[in-house]
């Protein structure tokens, strides 16, 4: 009976966290699992997560290789395999979009079984739009069709000056997939035509030095056109002193109900690992930092990510990022939204939801 209890209790409680997100203030408002990481195979860095059903998916970059874990609560993760077939592969995004007709060259599966899709940035690879990589796959660890994605004209990466804010790219951020949008580029790729595409990209781009995010579109996640020629849509505030001046990169965009879009990114002065920050826009295009940022920073005096606090992943009411140690150790760790600023009520409903999930890890770490 206690079993069953504690799986209601999980279940109501965070169901209430996710009934009651309402505004932007709340999504700065999040708890980390006094347990972290949650994952730490030896390294792991870059996470990306999809949840299919019940059961969360997560790829990381590992010491050799993507690494595949799964988890049916999101805190309880065990590494499948590693991922074969990519290029020199770190910072990969994988979206899980349903079946998919793809190029499929060669002997490769038929398209119509590729699931899941990655996107990357190829090592070693920083000054051209080759930085970029894509591939398909039909269950997320034997990758096809690998290959750098392209551009229209110099509007995602312009290595034509050094100055240039996408001079280079470490890779994309975030993909937002729209079913219904259009089969070719809707261009001129503006305000008023970005969500009209079957593909958005927030993709990061540097000059070498800053880093920025900048925005593109697809028909077919392989060739983009970047939004009014090629400009970033969230770069450093360049403000002396503010904990994200000079670097804004890896992030999640989620659009909400309200057509509200919430961004978590990652950023520093100095470094875009520095700590993780929030961001809300009307159209996914301009962007308003949020006052209380950062929402953790790698000065927090947590001791397993004191050296970097970066890459969010959202979810729902959950979100995975990466910690470096001051030794050296990456690792992956997980936080709550605690929906309501203020609410003793309800941190106590997400510090209660936390502490049952790491009582399950170690029950399940003793078997």
């Not at 059961?55 to 065990?78: F, K, L, P, R």
């Not at 990655?118 to 096809?144: C, F, H, Q």
């Not at 929906?339 to 510090?351: D, H, K, N, Q, R």
């Amino acid at each position: 009976m206690r079993r069953v209890h504690t799986t209601v209790l999980v279940a109501i409680l965070m169901g209430l966290l996710c009934a009651s997100v309402p505004t932007a203030q709340a999504m700065v408002m999040w708890v980390e699992d006094a347990a972290n990481p949650v994952y730490d195979p030896g390294k792991a860095y870059y996470p990306t997560v999809v949840l299919d059903g019940g059961t969360y998916e997560m790829w990381s970059t590992g010491s050799g290789g993507i690494q595949y874990a799964t988890s049916t609560d999101g805190v309880n993760w065990t590494t499948v395999d590693t991922a074969s077939g990519l290029t020199n592969p770190h910072h990969v995004l994988v979206k899980k979009f349903g079946p998919f007709t793809g190029c499929n060259t060669g002997n490769n599966p038929s398209g119509s079984n590729m699931r899941y899709r990655i996107w990357y940035w190829r090592s070693g690879e920083i000054y051209s739009i080759n930085a970029i990589r894509y591939a398909e796959s039909p269950d997320g660890v034997t990758w096809y069709n690998d290959q750098p994605i392209t551009q229209e004209g110099y509007t995602v990466i312009d290595n034509r000056k050094s100055t240039n804010w996408n001079r280079g790219s470490y890779g994309p951020c975030d993909i937002l997939f729209n079913p219904s949008g259009s089969d070719i580029i809707v261009s001129p790729v503006d305000e008023d035509s970005v969500w009209q595409n079957k593909f958005v990209m927030y993709y990061d781009g540097t000059t070498g030095g800053t880093e920025s995010i900048g925005l593109a579109v697809s028909s077919d996640g392989r060739h983009w056109e970047g939004y009014n020629g090629g400009i970033p849509v969230l770069t450093g505030s360049g403000v002396p002193g503010d904990w994200d001046t000079t670097y804004v990169s890896r992030c999640t965009v989620v659009k909400a109900d309200d057509d509200t879009y919430h961004m978590w990114y990652s950023g520093g002065d100095g470094r875009m690992d520095h700590g993780i920050g929030y961001a809300s826009s009307n159209d996914g295009i301009a962007w308003t930092r949020h006052v209380g940022n950062p929402i953790f920073h790698k000065d927090d005096g947590v001791a397993w990510r004191a050296k970097r606090t970066y890459t969010p992943v959202v979810i729902g009411t959950d979100m995975w990022f990466t910690g470096k140690s001051q030794s050296g150790t990456y690792a992956v760790g997980h936080a709550v939204l605690i929906p309501e600023p203020g609410s003793l009520a309800l941190f106590g409903i997400a510090t209660a939801a936390l502490a049952i999930k790491r009582r399950k890890r170690g029950r399940q770490t003793a078997r």
